[in-house]
């Protein structure tokens, strides 16, 4: 697509003729930047397995109070988020500077509608800062140099990958991802992660996501995500259903079958 100039536009290259991750997950948080093929998969997906809305609400709230906890409680003031996706309510740069107005956050991902709205949406407090990269979060030398254009990496970072590594389909190579982005921050750093685990029900939800067009997208045994903390101090109350991570209401029905974690590197 190009402008009355005849320049080039972000909306180029995009595929509205495949699923792709990040507007299927809008759809599931009711969002309107999705196309009918992405509707259609998520809706099917929902049919197979309804606690993929549950899910994706949770996440979203996940983040919320993990970032909250980050800024506020544990003093970070930089954060790297991977694998960002559509802009939704309570953004993490908005949840960040609601603590701090002087955080520093680099949104990360490599979809072209994904990179329209964050330019658009995206838009910092005066006192802080807020830049977009736009690469793939497996590429993780340039997600960090471009990064380090906003970010300090000489200083703490939270890392934070939310509902994104099952695209990394072997678990060892996801491993070595992650460590790739710590082992480049100093200590006090953190990082972020939640996930599906994988059990009869989000196996055959993740068979049937692929079968849609979409880019795969693995669950994991939760034995093998908690590995993915090895090496870090786990904040309380550690690994577990992402439902039950300092809860600010009772939790009401079973927690969802995404686990995740915040530990700090030390």
């Known amino acids: 697509m190009t402008d009355?100039?005849?320049?080039?536009?972000?909306?180029?290259?995009?595929?509205?003729?495949?699923?792709?991750?990040?507007?299927?997950?809008?759809?599931?948080?009711?969002?309107?930047?999705?196309?009918?093929?992405?509707?259609?998969?998520?809706?099917?997906?929902?049919?197979?397995y309804p606690q993929i809305i549950e899910i994706a609400r949770a996440s979203r709230a996940f983040l919320a109070r993990a970032v909250r906890f980050l800024a506020g409680e544990a003093g970070v003031r930089q954060f790297l988020d991977l694998g960002t996706g559509l802009p939704t309510a309570n953004a993490t740069h908005e949840v960040a500077q609601d603590v701090e107005p002087t955080a520093r956050i680099v949104y990360v991902d490599n979809d072209p509608i994904v990179l329209a709205h964050a330019r658009a949406l995206?838009?910092?407090?005066?006192?802080?800062?807020?830049?977009?990269?736009?690469?793939?979060?497996?590429?993780?030398?340039?997600?960090?140099?471009?990064?380090?254009?906003?970010?300090?990496?000489?200083r703490p970072v939270a890392v934070m990958v939310l509902s994104t590594l099952g695209h990394v389909a072997d678990s060892g190579e996801a491993a070595?991802?992650?460590?790739?982005?710590?082992?480049?921050?100093?200590?006090?750093?953190?990082?972020?992660?939640?996930?599906t685990i994988e059990t009869p029900e989000t196996q055959a939800g993740s068979d049937e996501y692929a079968s849609g067009g979409a880019m795969p997208y693995i669950s994991r045994p939760r034995e093998v995500m908690g590995t993915f903390a090895d090496g870090l101090e786990l904040v309380e109350p550690g690994f577990g259903s992402i439902s039950l991570w300092r809860p600010e209401e009772p939790?009401?029905?079973?927690?969802?079958?995404?686990?995740?974690?915040?530990?700090?590197?030390?």
């Not at 009355?4 to 309107?32: C, F």
């Not at 070595?176 to 100093?186: G, H, Q, V």
């Not at 939790?251 to 030390?266: C, I, L, M, T, Y």
């Open 4 to 48: 009355e100039q005849g320049i080039r536009t972000p909306m180029d290259g995009i595929d509205t003729g495949t699923p792709h991750s990040a507007r299927v997950w809008n759809y599931w948080l009711g969002g309107k930047d999705n196309y009918e093929v992405d509707r259609r998969l998520g809706a099917t997906m929902e049919e197979l």
């Open 122 to 154: 995206l838009t910092s407090r005066p006192e802080g800062a807020t830049d977009y990269v736009h690469a793939d979060l497996t590429d993780a030398k340039t997600v960090l140099r471009e990064a380090a254009r906003t970010l300090d990496l000489d």
């Open 176 to 195: 070595a991802l992650l460590r790739s982005y710590l082992d480049a921050l100093p200590a006090g750093s953190y990082l972020m992660l939640c996930d």
């Open 251 to 266: 939790v009401v029905g079973e927690p969802v079958d995404q686990w995740g974690f915040v530990a700090a590197k030390r």
